[in-house]
Structure formats: C-alpha cells, structure tokens
C-alpha cells in the first residue's frame, strides 16, 4: 500500500513544510491540529466524491489509515484536475488573541483557568481545576464543577450548569442546560453520614466536536454526544447520541439528521449548506 497522490497534494498544500511522507507519519508529526484534520477531510471528500464521517476522521492517527479509508474508492477525478482552488490552502499564520475578558462577579476556584480571547459574564462559577479552551462564551450564571473541561470556541449560554464533563471544541450549551455526572445521587453513605467525594464514582458526560444541546436538556451521567449532533430543547439523553443524530423528548429518542451548518438534513444533502453525505445503518 502507498500514498495516493491527490493525498499527498493536499497535505503538502496544507502543510508546505511536511518533508517525508509515509503511510506511518502521524498527524501530529505533520503538525495537524484539530481544524487542520477538518480541511484535510474536507479536501479528500472533494477529490474522491465521499464523505469521511466524523467517527472514522477522529480514528484517524497515520497517513496509512487515511489511505485505508480512500482505498476503496478511486479519486473522482485525475491528480492533473485536482485544481488549487479545491484543495484549502495553506494555515495562515496563528492569530495573536487578546487576553480573557473575566467580570468581576466571577468565582474562580484554585487552578481554574481561562484561554485567551475568552469572555465570562456576570455570577458564572468555575470550581477547582476547571480549564476553559481559547474563544469561548460562558454567560450570566453558568457553573462549570470540578473535573470540566472546555475546548476551543465554546458557547455556553445562561444558566448552563456542568457537573463535571469533557466538552469538545465548537460545541454549543444553549440556556439551562443540565450535565450530571453522578450515577447514584444520595445525600448520605448508607451509615447515614454526609457523602464526600470518596464516596461516589464519577461518570462525565462526553460532548463531541461541533454538537448543539438545546435549551434546558438533560443529559445524564456517562453519556456520550457524538461529533455534531443536535439535542433538542428540554430533551433528556440517557444513553449515547450518534455523530449529526438529531434526538429530542424524555427519553430521548432520534427523529432525524442534522448537517454540520445545525440545520435538519431531509435527504443526503443539505439544502442549506450543500453539504453531500453517506448514510450506513446507524451513522451519516
């Protein structure tokens, strides 16, 4: 197995400086963060008319899984068509982001951090250790509990309480979102004493890249929100939501698809955005 061209034409565009490009050289080696695997996925379904679900781009570590993945499917058209203005072009240079705007009301516990280009409004709360990524949002009244952590160019909207999760880049908290992580809440052991944090085995919930949680939604400990998907407003999630599923009710129950642009997909391609997608049994 080797490279195919079309995707070393578009590393090398996305990276102008990756030397030495083998079926074992890691994203990482190139120097590919998480929006650089977004272009270069991008670019591929442009060149070999797929679609590479999210699931499978975020199992992706070497160039040989890339090419794994590609290899049932012939480029849509010769490496000499494959034109520049399809392929992105290079990452420009990072752009220097302006420190946290943090208001004074804001409760910040011992080792809470804040990215740059960040802004907190009025009464939020981060507890103990809770890191918040670059860019991010966090409105009047938002609680983030111990063991949280933000990605990059998160909004959480008012009232938004997290106890205790992983959430990934890009996703949206719209207001009064509830994230538990507590499978078994009790105020007292069995023995009748007040419960510590020794007591109880904490379950965080996973939000994946891109994902929207409506307003005032639930989701209950341990579950896992896939890459993109779409909660709806006051929906209770006790069990995991698959990449761009749109679920909604209590329990929640999948109703449809949702396109990256967070608009209802109705057919295999958006009518907003234009996006084309693949559908297997239980994924787009």
């Known amino acids: ?20 490009l083998t079926l074992t050289s890691t994203l990482d080696e190139i120097g590919f963060d998480s929006l650089d695997r977004i272009r270069l996925a991008t670019a591929l379904e442009s060149a070999y008319g797929v679609v590479i679900p ?10 040989g899984d890339l090419t794994a993945v590609l290899g049932t499917h012939p480029p849509a058209e010769s490496q000499s068509q494959i034109v520049a203005d399809r392929i992105p072009a290079p990452r420009e240079a ?20 804040v990215g740059l280009g960040s ?18 949002t966090l409105g009047t009244g938002v609680h983030l509990g111990t063991g949280t952590r933000v990605g990059n160019r998160v909004k ?21 979102v509830l994230i538990l992580e507590d499978p078994a809440p009790r105020a007292v052991t069995p023995a009748g004493g007040p419960q510590t944090p020794a007591d109880w085995t904490a379950r965080p919930v996973t939000v994946c890249r891109g994902a929207t949680i409506g307003a005032g939604a639930i989701l209950l400990p341990g579950v896992r ?10 929906a209770v999630v006790d069990h995991d939501v698959p990449p761009h599923a749109l679920v909604a009710g209590n329990p929640c129950r999948q109703i449809g698809w949702a396109c990256r642009c967070g608009h209802r997909l109705t057919d295999d391609t958006c ?8 559908r297997d049994t239980h994924s787009m």
């Open 156 to 176: 959480m909207q008012n009232l938004v309480q997290v106890f205790g999760a992983d959430i990934h880049d890009d996703v949206m908290l719209a207001p009064a």
């Open 1 to 20: 197995m080797t490279l195919p061209a079309p995707l070393i034409e578009i590393v090398t565009a996305l990276r102008p400086t990756a030397v030495s």
């Open 225 to 234: 929100i896939g890459a993109h998907a779409l909660v709806a407003a006051g």
């Open 94 to 113: 990072p752009r220097r982001l302006p420190p946290a705007v943090v208001h004074p009301s804001t409760e910040l516990g011992e080792g809470a951090h």
């Open 119 to 136: 802004r907190v409004w009025h009464r939020v709360h981060l507890a103990d250790g809770v890191e918040v990524g670059e860019e991010c």
């Open 54 to 63: 999210d699931a499978v781009l975020a199992d992706v570590h070497q160039l």
């Open 271 to 278: 009518r907003h955005c234009g996006t084309r997608y693949q």
